[in-house]
């Protein structure tokens, strides 16, 4: 075939056509793959009896892999030699799990696998699956659930383990560091809930651990612990409410350092109590040492400051605390002396707050002729001074009005330290007041039945204490000059009477001090007066 002028509409046709075939078309790969693996066959079937198998496979309709599987596969009852699980090559559609321990006869296992199976390329999980199996002629199918909450905060930051011991002749307190529990389970994902399934009727101990080695025992010094009074009964019992806590360890020293050239940090496990350090050796009979304990805020940790330093290549510490006496070995390293350096709580104060001024030494004295306070009309302001020898802080306190500034000035040397250093320059301080009307204030009413026991009442900010009052004869509660925000009210019921919150202690079968928080943050809105009636129960 042969073409020519008379067909210039089909010449134009084919150029087009042939246009359209050398254009290149970009490839896509189609719908992102949203869908989870189905498990195909279970070998052998789940939820088999009599089971002897040392071998079972699961195979599902795509590639599969198992995502964190030491940290999401749950066992129960616990093997004391974990099975081996494990994809069945590099890229496949099966999970393999080869038996290493021996089975408990007429025993229901169950395997959880929470969201560890997961498809190859997307990683979406197949959720929560299980894998259940008999050694017996049944399957036990009874159930037990409840919650898990930290007796200190109003969520869990993590997953806890929940444990069911059986009761026998042969149990003891001393079960939840040395053996495995015959039952259990996790509280599910961020919430508070727990719940076991295929149990066997009978009597047994509930217990939970903020499991932190993952080995289904209590280790006092690394986890939190929760337990019930008594021990529950299934079927009968179907629920329980459980409160995590941290024991307080029996008191002892752990470690030393030195980290600087007259001060040494001091750890410790427990409550201190009146703590002494005395430095052993041999010195010359001229050298009188000179020492100051101070413990670190929020730390169990002792800093220990000593003048004059004698070096030499160790020191060694007697420490005490009560009855109990250790040996402690710091090694010496020559350092800098430490310098004065000063801090303070901010310069905008409320009408009712002072003016706090710390250092990263001990500060031993303030010399009020060296310092002046003076108003916006430049006159003087009178103040007094509060040593806080704990917070290693000094309290400036003076009279102030609202919406007003004053210019606090310190000469050198007003501030003195242990070491002997001195502010060595002039150092001044601008503070201003808000008018009243910037701050809220605050009345809480309580409702409470059968009130014997003391409260101690708080007001959390951003995870900060800002207020703390203690609530005796009186059920309702004022505050005043509080900055705008939202607030959490937690409530200290003071059992003992001993003004401070107590935890427990799992072997004297101690629960601790119980705390309530309140359902919602109270907002406090600036030129406000909040009325909140609260419910206690």
Not at 227 to 244: E, G, Y
Not at 335 to 362: H, M, V, W, Y
Not at 476 to 486: K, Q, V
Request: proline share 4%; glycine share 4%.
């Amino acid at each position: 075939m042969s073409f020519s002028a008379s067909h210039p509409y089909l010449i134009f046709i084919c150029l087009l056509f042939l246009s359209s075939c050398a254009k290149r078309q970009s490839i896509t790969g189609g719908p992102k793959d949203e869908k989870a693996p189905e498990l195909v066959r279970a070998t052998p079937p789940n939820k088999s009896t009599n089971f002897t198998a040392r071998e079972i496979r699961l195979t599902f309709d795509e590639l599969v892999t198992l995502d964190k599987p030491d940290q999401q596969i749950l066992i129960s009852p616990p093997m004391k030699n974990k099975p081996e699980i494990k994809p069945l090559g590099y890229a496949t559609k099966t999970i393999k799990i080869k038996i290493v321990d021996t089975l408990l006869t007429n025993t229901t296992y169950a395997i959880n696998f929470g969201n560890s199976i997961v498809d190859y390329n997307e990683k979406n999980p197949f959720d929560f699956f299980q894998y259940v199996f008999s050694t017996g002629n049944e399957l036990d199918s009874l159930s037990f659930g409840g919650t898990v909450n930290d007796v200190l905060k109003q969520s869990l930051e993590d997953k806890v383990s929940v444990f069911l011991y059986e009761e026998n002749e042969t149990i003891n307190d001393s079960i939840v560091y040395n053996e495995l529990p015959r039952y259990v389970t996790t509280t599910k994902d961020s919430t508070t809930v727990f719940k076991f399934n295929y149990l066997r009727e009978g009597n047994y101990r509930l217990v939970a651990i903020n499991d932190n080695n993952n080995n289904y025992k209590f280790d006092p010094i690394k986890d939190q612990i929760a337990f019930l009074d008594k021990s529950i009964s299934i079927p009968q019992d179907t629920t329980a409410s459980l409160k995590l806590f941290n024991e307080i360890q029996e008191f002892r020293y752990t470690r030393s350092k030195q980290v600087s050239k007259n001060q040494f940090q001091i750890g410790y496990f427990g409550e201190v109590s009146e703590p002494k350090i005395e430095i052993l050796g041999s010195f010359p009979d001229t050298l009188k040492f000179e020492t100051l304990i101070l413990k670190e805020k929020n730390k169990d940790t002792l800093n220990f400051w000593v003048k004059p330093f004698f070096e030499q290549d160790s020191l060694i510490f007697k420490a005490t605390s009560g009855k109990i006496t250790d040996t402690i070995i710091a090694r010496y390293k020559d350092q800098n002396k430490d310098s004065l350096k000063l801090t303070n709580n901010g310069t905008n104060l409320k009408l009712k707050e002072a003016f706090e001024i710390s250092a990263n030494t001990p500060l031993n004295k303030l010399d009020e002729t060296l310092v002046s306070i003076i108003d916006a009309d430049t006159l003087a302001v009178n103040f007094t001074q509060k040593w806080e020898s704990f917070k290693n802080q000094i309290s400036i306190n003076f009279p102030k009005k609202e919406n007003s500034r004053y210019a606090m000035k310190v000469l050198p040397n007003a501030f003195s330290d242990f070491l002997g250093n001195t502010n060595q320059d002039t150092i001044t301080y601008t503070l201003t007041t808000l008018e009243n009307a910037a701050y809220g204030n605050l009345k809480l009413n309580f409702s409470v039945e059968n009130k014997e026991n003391t409260l101690i009442v708080q007001l959390q900010k951003g995870g900060n204490i800002e207020k703390e009052v203690t609530l005796k004869e009186s059920n309702s509660l004022s505050f005043s000059e509080l900055s705008p925000g939202d607030y959490i009210v937690k409530v200290i019921y003071d059992l003992n009477n001993n003004g401070k919150w107590d935890t427990g202690n799992y072997l004297k079968k101690l629960q601790p001090e119980p705390i309530f928080f309140y359902e919602k943050p109270v907002t406090v809105r600036a030129n406000w007066d909040v009325n909140q009636d609260i419910v206690l129960d």
